[in-house]
């Protein structure tokens, strides 16, 4: 950790980076391609010269403001390429100045980190926020995120479902990068893929590694992203892409593994079953693409634990594994006496709810084999169905080793359901799932959906949006059901205001009715 009597401005970081900044090189460093509009693509030389303008401001607004933070962009879009352009080069400006940390938001969000100054994206040019604290406290942090809440303590009266705001200092984010560059030997001649959105760590983690490296950086827009089919999987290839890191649910999407990639990592949600691996990479072809299972929470700055995946065929891979020669550094990980996975870390503890924490309980299930660490779920996600206790992951994972093509998300209300995307019959899914797996797996409800599951900007499941969607199929089916019901038992179409009894229906076959007892 660097002390006060150090000069934080010679942090290894920023020396590289000015290092890199100050060599000549006409190399590309951005691209960003949709597949509809033309690709646009910026050189080191131009990335220097936006860089250069932010950092004349900043000396400017300084030299007034010490230890200040500054939100980029009010209206920041994703799917403006100007915007995805102009963000990189002032994260870069930012991460320069030792008094200086960001926060990126999305269009239409309140920022819950109290800042002093707005960078116009469009413009590239900061703007005063009135009535707005210092945040930076003395620390010489690197940026601040939002997150959900669900990992650790967190405060009840926060918006968005209790989230709260991490603030990563410099020290805690440089051994992701080192151990990226010396691991995976990013160079000039690597192009990076920058899965997440700039609101997510890993995206800060994508560009600081790609100055540092020289490497080339390819951004797309959400919609490219998300949507399936072989938009991706074309452009990827196009631009060479050697290097990515994304979700699971985003690597299913891909209609083939491009033959460029030599390094994915995976991570932020449950690994792929081997049938989703075989359905891109072939198990008994030769591969060159290395396959990586990454760990890690945002409160202790990206990632705490990697391992490569030697075997493709295994449904069981370890997030860690103390044999491993690609154990993440200044990170100690293990599971608590109730199985309850742990990360320890002095030097990358990340500062929230007025502390730093070296200690953080992750909320994830966990268990041992060896040595090696396995993933079992969440906590929240453990449920008993059938006289059983077992996690969510562990059920899905089972009907995606059943079922290939179709998608699976599972939620728990009450009882258990399961929501399948594809144009197929509920009894054949059924008479396949009775045949081919345990009645231990057997979801309460089964349900089909046409529409794509709906996937947050991370790139996982989106939760939340998934239970709205599915109550309201559920409650226009129950609708459907009890017209049908009402017709059969009185021989009248029922509208908003009927009356059972006055239709013809007596009082013991409404109770039924009312509990669903009429088939």
Request: glycine share 6%; hydrophobic share 35%.
């Amino acid at each position: 950790m660097i002390t006060k009597e150090e000069d934080p401005s010679q942090h290894p970081l920023r020396v590289l980076i000015t290092k890199v900044l100050e060599t000549e090189n006409d190399n590309v460093f951005m691209k960003y391609d949709d597949t509809e509009q033309s690709a646009k693509f910026l050189c080191f030389s131009d990335v220097r010269k936006d860089i250069s303008n932010v950092r004349a401001q900043l000396k400017k607004y300084i030299k007034i403001h010490l230890n200040t933070c500054i939100i980029i962009g009010l209206d920041f879009n994703e799917e403006r390429p100007t915007d995805i352009i102009k963000i990189v080069p002032a994260i870069l400006a930012i991460s320069l100045h030792p008094n200086c940390s960001f926060t990126v938001l999305g269009k239409n969000k309140s920022p819950k980190v109290k800042c002093t100054h707005i960078l116009d994206i469009s413009s590239l040019i900061l703007k005063s926020l009135n009535s707005a604290s210092t945040v930076n406290n003395g620390q010489d942090f690197l940026y601040h995120v939002q997150t959900s809440g669900t990992t650790a303590p967190h405060n009840d009266d926060d918006d968005d479902g209790g989230g709260k705001v991490i603030s990563v200092t410099l020290d805690a984010l440089w051994p992701n990068v080192c151990d990226f560059i010396n691991f995976f030997e990013l160079n000039e001649h690597s192009t990076i893929f920058s899965a997440a959105p700039p609101s997510f760590d890993p995206f800060y983690l994508d560009v600081i590694t790609a100055l540092v490296s020289k490497a080339s950086l390819l951004f797309t827009s959400p919609v490219v992203k998300m949507k399936s089919g072989g938009n991706l999987s074309s452009l990827l290839e196009l631009h060479g892409v050697t290097f990515c890191q994304m979700t699971p649910t985003l690597f299913k999407g891909l209609a083939w593994c491009p033959k460029s990639f030599k390094h994915v990592l995976l991570g932020g949600e449950p690994f792929p079953t081997s049938q989703e691996i075989h359905h891109l990479i072939s198990p008994t072809k030769p591969r060159q693409t290395r396959i990586y299972n990454i760990y890690g929470l945002t409160e202790m700055s990206v990632w705490q634990s990697l391992y490569e995946i030697k075997n493709i065929n295994s449904e069981k891979q370890p997030i860690f594994s103390p044999k491993s020669n690609l154990s993440l550094s200044e990170t100690e990980i293990y599971l608590s006496d109730k199985n309850e996975i742990c990360v320890r870390s002095k030097k990358r503890a990340c500062f929230y709810l007025g502390k730093f924490h070296e200690l953080i309980l992750t909320g994830d299930m966990g268990y041992q084999i060896d040595g090696d660490i396995f993933f079992k779920g969440r906590v929240d996600d453990m449920i008993k169905i059938h006289g059983q206790r077992m996690s969510l992951t562990d059920i899905e994972k089972e009907w995606s080793r059943v079922f290939t093509s179709p998608s699976f998300a599972f939620f728990v209300e009450k009882r258990l359901y399961a929501l399948i995307h594809a144009e197929v019959q509920v009894d054949h899914l059924w008479q396949q799932a009775r045949q081919k797996m345990s009645p231990r797996f057997f979801p309460l409800r089964l349900q089909t959906f046409s529409s794509p599951i709906p996937k947050t900007t991370n790139g996982k499941i989106d939760k939340k949006k998934l239970k709205s969607l599915v109550r309201c199929q559920m409650q226009e089916k129950t609708e459907e059901d009890l017209k049908c019901h009402w017709f059969r038992l009185t021989g009248q179409t029922p509208s908003s205001g009927s009356n059972f009894i006055q239709d013809g229906g007596d009082s013991y076959t409404a109770v039924l009715l009312a509990e669903g007892k009429i088939f």
